[in-house]
């Protein structure tokens, strides 16, 4: 960290760091650009992967916090740039070139502050309708539902997009584009579409049976999950965990409860510790096995979702007996777990063990060798690790691309460190190797919980924990290996007893927006393919 | 084996005697069409019935149990359901050609079913090009699919058609060259012909190795012909919502449903005429007993049980493969299947010429 500082500080003597939680640095928005581009290119650095973008209003002004990672060093860093220009049109270079996943992150943060990125090809809102009202995450934002009233015709669209560029004098000046071709055949795919899973929509151009172009259009289910939670003491905040990826909802309460822990000094039990793991991996192998059926389903293979399910539906009665719910459980909390586990729970997970190999042989019997399956799946939507990365594609789709971008082994937390498991990496990069991959994650998952089912410790689940809970000034990032990629969770706070700002840095977000990317010439057909394997899921990355 | 065509005969006589012939004639055909449509809807109601049991036992489900035993009456429901739902007339739509679509795709099955080998004499029309005939009839479904897609004015329907015209008149072509195998070794295109040429044998057993490749490619193309998976592309369900029946509602769509199913039933009943001896009973050469035994058996039930359990396959292959891609699915047709048919057919002509069957 601290050569990264002085090489820093060498190169851009504007720049002021600050050691917090992450290596922080704050540079203005001339230099900005440069920095990135340093950042990304010199190979003492390397930090090719942007994490997120964190919009914030600090009232006086607004501005954004990168997050970057290096996989070649496993260092992280953050960038607080603070926009220029008044607080009607502030303005900040993007980074958009630099960064694939860029150019989405950028629209979200317009979405919710105003703030324009000069240089972004796509200045759209991304979650918001086109003709909202005001920016919502901003502090002096109007809630009045005059302002914005319930649409009861048909919201307007629009052919064009916008770019703000700088020219020769400085001015920055505003630029009208097509999305599309004049004249192109474009197909409307979604919201309500059977394999969009969940209400996203794909604006297609095709020509025959090849896709040209994908413009992706989200917030279907946007409900503000980031401004309702300023709102709130942090125990409420938690709720709101199980309705973002609502099939493996332990891992991302998981990971608010351990930023809120980080933040506040509390020990977890270890009980607690090995019981969320337990049941992060028991999420995992739903999901994957849901993910399993839905995909085949999706390629016309509707006979194997019950198969899968079947498995399914087995933990989530392990669930439904420990945590008294199946989808949204609501049970971790902050310094531990809210209940304790069912007598019945070693029992049953030990049963689910011994049928869980069995089934996964029976899967690739029924679909994994089928010459149909091969054929649909091999060598369609190949994505190469540098793109993996500068999309931020990560979970096991990024794995599938020979990104070994796992937090529990590049991050370990909870009691990951202790148990062994292997990092599943695949290099073809093709929905095949996505597929496998989750396949081999289940068996993985299986391992780990087989190490700590027979050694869960005595002891206490919850922490003592104050009733009315204040975090003290500061800003924490905390990321886990959610069942479809790395979920952050970003928390700066005032003092008070809720959240100043908490940003969700969900995985789903840059598997939408990389569709377009995986699609352009391939068939509408493979669209269904590539879409299934990246296994993305709607309330995610709407929020 | 008992012949139906004394009771025909029977019930023609009866009404020449208080007719004029013109008079009896049209009775006559009054009552097959009646006996037609309702052979037709029992049919596709058991079919319904049929497919959703075996489906259900593919994936550890019971199927429809509620309503009658076995839920036998469930598919009765729901084409009565169809029945009184709404016609949706959209805006911006061939108004005519939209109407006509179902019907087109409904008769070309109805077409079919008028040279099927029901029985022993139980036939309405045995003529010289049978076969023929039947192949060109059904060819006027990819016509009414083509229009629905068309007329519906809806992006997701045109690729359908487009896909279902491009996936039908590929397929058409293995259809007919392996029905022609067959025509070639039967030496007829009369039904009435071939299966009485299989009185001493079924062509599956007689016609040797190129009629065995003759079955196998008909399958599959006949599969493909009635737009089930894992051929369904013109109603990829995940891809095009549901293809160029979208925008149907009620007994329109119901005509598709329904000719879907029937298309099947047709598909497999040819199956069953070229290859596995129409109505013929099973008979193995020398066991006099069993083949005694064997012709008791209706032959009614005899075509009709050889179709099922040739439909049950094409049942199968839906619910286990996952649907293909168009261009992988008009690469097997063109460069595999057609291909080897003209071979098959060289084959099977050698073998006719030089006496290798058997």
Sequence with gaps: MANIQEKIAKLFPEASFEE???????????????????????????????????????????????????????????????????????????????????????????????????????????????????????????????????????????????????????????????????????????????????????????????????????????????????????????????????????????????????????????????????????????????????????????????????????????????????????????????????????????????????????????????????????????????????????????????????????????????????????????????????????????????????????????????????????????????????????????????????????????????????????????????????????PDMDR | MQDFSELTAFIHSLLMQFLPHWAAVTVECVIIAVCLLLAYSLLALFYIWFERKVCAAFQCRLGPNRVGPWGLLQSVADMFKILIKELISLKYTDKFLFALAPYLVILASMLGFAVLPWGNGLQIIDFNIGIFFLIACSSIGVLGILLAGWSSNNKFTLIGALRSGAQMVSYELSVGLSILTMVAFAGSMSIGDIVNAQANGWFIFTGHVPAVIAFVIYLIAGTAETNRGPFDLPEAESELTAGYHTEYSGIHFGFFYLAEYLNLFIVAGVAALMFFGGWMPFHINGWDGFNHVMDYIPSVVWFIGKAIALSFIIIWFKWTFPRLRIDQLLALEWKYLLPINLVNLVLMVCCIVYGWHF
Aim: proline share 4%; charged share 25%.
């Design chain 1, 20 to 538: 917090a939680d992450t290596l922080t640095i704050t540079i203005p928005d001339a230099k900005w650009h440069d920095l990135a581009k340093t950042l990304r290119d010199d190979a003492e650095l390397a930090f090719d992967y942007l994490v997120t973008i964190v919009g914030m209003d600090w009232k006086d002004s607004l501005g954004c916090i990168y997050y970057l990672d290096s996989t070649k060093h496993n260092t992280h860093i953050a960038v607080k740039v603070i926009a220029t220009g008044d607080r009607e049109t502030p303005y900040i270079h993007s980074i958009s070139d630099l960064y694939a996943i860029g150019c989405i992150y950028e629209r979200e943060v317009y979405d919710f502050f105003g703030i324009i990125f000069i240089g972004n090809p796509d200045m759209r809102r991304l979650f918001l309708s086109i003709d909202w009202k005001g920016f919502p995450l901003r502090k002096d934002y109007d809630m009045d539902p005059n302002i914005n009233p319930v649409p009861l015709e048909s919201e307007r669209q629009s052919d064009f997009t916008q770019m703000y560029v700088e020219d020769a004098d400085g001015k920055i000046v505003k630029e009208e584009k097509r999305v599309f071709v004049e004249n192109d055949f474009v197909v409307n795919i979604g919201p309500q579409h059977p394999a969009t899973h969940g209400v996203l929509r794909f604006r297609t151009a095709v020509d025959g049976e090849t896709i040209k172009k994908i413009d992706v259009y989200m917030g279907y289910i946007h409900r503000g999950v980031e401004k309702i939670c300023e709102m709130d003491t942090y125990f409420q905040t938690l709720h709101f965990m199980d309705r973002l990826d609502y099939f493996s909802a332990h891992p991302y309460h998981h990971c608010l409860c351990m930023c809120i822990e980080k933040a506040a000094n509390i020990e977890v039990p270890r009980r607690a510790q090995v019981i969320r793991v337990i049941m992060d991996e028991l999420s995992r192998i739903a999901s994957h096995c849901l993910f399993i059926g839905t995909f085949c389903m999706d390629l016309g293979a509707t006979t194997m979702l019950f198969y899968t399910l079947r498995v399914r539906e087995q933990i989530l009665d392990i669930m439904d007996k420990t945590c008294g719910a199946r989808m949204t459980f609501n049970y971790e909390t902050i310094g531990g777990v809210i209940a304790d586990l069912d007598p019945d729970f070693v029992k049953d997970v030990k049963a689910l063990l011994e049928v869980l190999p069995k089934n996964i042989k029976e899967y690739n019997k029924l679909f994994t060798g089928n010459v149909i399956t091969r054929n649909r799946m091999e060598g369609v939507g190949v994505l190469s690790r540098e793109d993996a990365i500068s999309w931020a594609i990560t979970g096991p789709s990024g794995r599938g691309s020979g990104w070994a971008c796992d937090i529990r082994k590049t991050a370990p937390y909870a009691v990951y460190d202790e148990v062994e498991f292997d990092e599943v990496v695949r290099t073809e990069g093709d929905s095949m190797a996505r597929f496998k991959v989750r396949m081999d994650e289940m068996e993985q998952s299986a391992r780990i919980i087989a190490q700590l089912i027979d050694k869960i410790p005595e002891g206490d689940i919850q922490a003592k924990v104050p009733k009315v809970l204040r975090l003290p000034e500061g800003r924490w990032y905390q990321t886990v290996e959610g069942c479809r990629g790395a979920f952050g969770i970003y928390i700066e706070s005032d003092g008070g007893t809720s959240p100043y700002r908490l940003k969700i840095a969900p995985p789903c977000l840059p598997l939408a927006a990389v569709v377009d990317h995986l699609t352009e010439g391939s068939k509408i057909a493979d669209l269904i393919t590539i879409g299934g394997s990246l296994d993305y899921i709607v």
